[in-house]
């Protein structure tokens, strides 16, 4: 997998829909016993998940040479969707993951009030 890097200007729902929705989800084999005990494996399907181990993707081929940072995107658009409110910006991200997504939105949130 290596360093990947994905940019994404939003140009209407079309370059949306064909360049970070289908970005699959994924996750580490030496995570997911860990995950599934914590309860938090559930809802994954392995068909529309993207499993590596320590050296390659094990699973699937990907659909873009850059589909995890892809991935990135959709989850940080995702997260700030959270916020309920329209929204013009820029984020710029490295090894970054949910939990630094929801520590942005608490300041914006904070900001907004």
Known sequence: MGRQEATFVHQGCESFRDNIAPA????????????????????????????????????????????????????????????????LGKVTAQKTGHGDNLALLKLIRADLA
């Not at 181990?53 to 997260?79: C, Q, S, W, Y």
């Open 24 to 87: 699959r989800t994924f996750g580490f084999v030496k995570d997911v016993r860990m995950l599934a005990e914590m309860g938090l494996a559930g809802g994954g399907r392995i068909d529309n998940f993207i499993l590596i181990d320590e050296e390659k993707i094990v699973n699937t081929t990907l659909r873009f040479p850059d589909e995890l940072a892809r991935h990135k995107v959709l989850d940080v658009i995702g997260d700030l969707y959270l916020l309920g409110r329209p929204m």
